[in-house]
Nanobody
């Protein structure tokens, strides 16, 4: 599995970005997928997760109501729509894949087996 995250950039507070995560070489449709982020000097933290079918989703409290995770299995892609961005959302965002076919998507780093390279999101005030 080789995950490629994209869509990061610089945006003003209140703006929106959509991150994408895809694997060109392997189907992701049986994997639960997660987004995590890591700000400078901080631990990598959970942001959002979605199970293989899209029927179960989880969000960190800090992003509930602002971020939406979704997936298009036909396109082999997972998305993170980020609205009402805040400066504290600034971080490198990583997508991750869980090969264990969980019904409930995991929210811990240890639940995930494969990680993408990360994409930088910077929110200016």
């Amino acid at each position: 599995v080789q995950l490629q995250a994209s869509g990061g950039g610089l945006v003003q507070a209140g703006g929106s970005l959509r991150l994408s995560c895809a694997d060109s070489g392997r189907t992701l449709k049986s994997y639960a997928m997660g987004w995590f982020r890591q700000a400078p000097g901080k631990e990598r933290e959970f942001v959002a997760a979605i199970n293989w079918s899209g029927g179960n989703k989880a969000y960190a409290d800090s992003v509930k109501g602002r971020f939406t995770i979704s997936r298009d299995n036909a396109k082999n892609t997972v998305y993170l729509q980020m609205n009402s961005l805040k400066p504290e959302d600034t971080a490198v965002y990583y997508c991750a894949a869980d090969r264990h076919f969980r019904v409930v998507a995991g929210t811990d780093k240890s639940d995930y087996d494969y990680w993408g390279q990360g994409t930088q999101v910077t929110v200016s005030s």
